[in-house]
């Protein structure tokens, strides 16, 4: 199910590392280098290096398996889906700038956004993402569809823009998705704990509208949604399956597909999906498969979720109850305010860049108690404090809740000041940059007067967020 022209570079980079070995061995080359050539030798030495490595770690996997573990039996290009049946499954026709379209899937993960992946996106200028439709790109079939432009994509940073590493991206709906009918639900995304050790040889499912085989497929089987069934397969074996380089152990996951069962042309940003105690979690999203085609038996790769988690929770502004990471919102003022002398907006960070603000001046505002005995405050109240650095503050409440998502403020050590009920969702102002850094997000159950560090929301973990939803 993986994207044609992620087929077509995997095809490319086998040519690519063959020539560069072959050229390794016999080019004598010319008897005068310059500093270039120097450098192109260093390269290639530690890339023979690299492969010789990769070469003898794999040795142990030439000989492929002859017996599949017990799976339920699909064809090639699985079964089909009814309807509400995968009610998160997400299909995207997307135009190219030089006019082309292209065919992806992907994963509604909140009411207002879609999960994919980066190959899919990074080209396109504008596109139609349909939800709870089993045919594909029907209008009539689907519960919702939204038309989107390059302005709702939001591409992980550090993808290159190709090949299948940080291949992952989001679709910023214009308006909230509807749950309807049952068919429409999203998926929740993998927990921490979802890792390699624990989901190897677990049965899992992806699906998506792609090509059932490597035959030519009838229009009409085209256009409707199939799962497959499979399993996750160990980690090495997949790394020693694809060329060096272009499956990392820490941020991919494989499945294994015996019986020709996988991912094909047409799925690519689609879904995979484990099954937890009565949920599904989605702790993949399909990236590439092997350029020999779909029904060889070979692996399909996904990127991992649960090594990006703070990325789209960052990006969706999905809060954490357990940890109170991201507490954050946003409440949108119909009419819009006129600004004066006493209305103003406030000053963000302009970027998510870390800036170390322990020990400076922070200015608490809001209309809390002012004691641990009183009541909410009819006016408003400010209080000086000082940033106190993370690890002392995490000294207090843990590391699992202060995390790089937040910051923490205290008064010196004689007073008593604090933020009380109340104040949750107020600014914490820096003094010398005049911006708003931080949002009141909660104190010690101590009290307001024992002088404990208070925990805030970091901004600039937010601020990509805030910009996409208000702009």
């Given at each position: 199910m993986q994207y044609c022209a992620v087929l077509l570079l995997l095809l490319g980079l086998s040519v690519v590392l063959v020539r560069v070995h072959t050229y390794g061995g016999y080019y004598k080359g010319d008897s005068t280098h310059s500093q270039d050539d120097d450098e192109a030798d260093a390269d290639l030495r530690r890339w023979q290096e690299g492969y010789e490595q990769w070469r003898r770690r794999c040795a142990k996997y030439d000989n492929p398996p002859t017996e599949e573990p017990p799976v339920s039996t699909r064809i090639a290009g699985g079964s089909l889906a009814t309807p509400g049946m995968l009610p998160y499954q997400a299909g995207l026709l997307l135009r190219l700038a030089n006019g082309d379209g292209i065919q992806c899937g992907g994963s509604l993960i909140t009411q207002r956004f879609v999960l994919t992946a980066?190959?899919?996106?990074?080209?396109?200028?504008?596109?139609?993402?349909?939800?709870?439709?089993?045919?594909?790109?029907?209008?009539?079939?689907?519960?919702?569809?939204?038309?989107?432009?390059?302005?709702?994509?939001?591409?992980?940073?550090?993808?290159?823009?190709?090949?299948?590493?940080?291949?992952?991206?989001?679709?910023?709906?214009?308006?909230?998705?509807?749950?309807?009918?049952?068919?429409?639900?999203?998926?929740?995304?993998?927990?921490?704990?979802?890792?390699?050790?624990?989901?190897?040889?677990?049965?899992?499912?992806?699906?998506?509208?792609?090509?059932?085989?490597?035959?030519?497929?009838?229009?009409?089987?085209?256009?409707?949604?199939?799962?497959?069934?499979?399993?996750?397969?160990?980690?090495?074996?997949?790394?020693?399956?694809?060329?060096?380089?272009?499956?990392?152990?820490?941020?991919?996951?494989?499945?294994?597909?015996?019986?020709?069962?996988?991912?094909?042309?047409?799925?690519s940003g689609g879904p995979l999906v484990y099954n937890w105690r009565n949920g599904s979690y989605l702790i993949g999203v399909i990236t590439f498969g092997s350029a020999a085609g779909c029904e060889v038996g070979a692996p399909t790769v996904y990127t991992r979720v649960t090594a990006y988690l703070h990325w789209i929770r960052r990006e969706t502004g999905q809060f954490n109850r357990n940890t109170l990471d991201f507490d954050a919102g946003l409440i949108k003022l119909t009419p819009k305010l006129n600004f004066n002398f006493f209305i103003g907006p406030a000053k963000l960070p302009a970027t998510s860049e870390f800036i170390d603000y322990t020990n400076d001046l922070v200015i608490i505002s809001g209309w809390g108690a002012t004691s641990d005995t009183s009541g909410v405050s009819t006016v408003l109240n400010t209080v000086k404090m000082h940033v106190y650095a993370n690890n002392l503050c995490a000294d207090y409440y843990g590391s699992d809740i202060i995390t790089e998502h937040k910051i923490c403020a205290k008064a010196n050590n004689e007073e008593t000041k604090s933020t009380c009920g109340g104040d949750s969702g107020g600014p914490m102002y820096h003094n010398s940059s005049e911006t708003v850094i931080g949002i009141t997000s909660f104190g010690s159950i101590e009290g307001c007067e024992m002088g404990a560090p208070v925990g805030f929301t970091l901004i600039r973990s937010v601020i990509n967020w805030i910009n996409l939803v208000t702009n």
């Open positions: 980066a190959h899919c996106v990074f080209d396109a200028v504008e596109g139609r993402v349909f939800l709870g439709a089993t045919r594909y790109a029907d209008e009539m079939d689907a519960a919702e569809f939204y038309n989107v432009t390059k302005h709702d994509f939001r591409i992980y940073e550090d993808y290159l823009g190709y090949g299948g590493y940080n291949d992952l991206a989001l679709i910023r709906l214009p308006r909230t998705g509807r749950e309807s009918r049952g068919r429409v639900q999203p998926i929740a995304l993998a927990l921490e704990f979802m890792q390699q050790a624990l989901l190897e040889e677990q049965p899992v499912s992806t699906s998506g509208w792609g090509r059932l085989g490597d035959k030519p497929r009838s229009i009409e089987e085209g256009n409707l949604l199939h799962y497959v069934d499979v399993r996750v397969l160990e980690q090495e074996r997949c790394f020693c399956y694809f060329l060096p380089g272009l499956v990392s152990e820490q941020r991919h996951i494989c499945t294994d597909g015996l019986g020709n069962r996988g991912g094909c042309e047409g799925d």
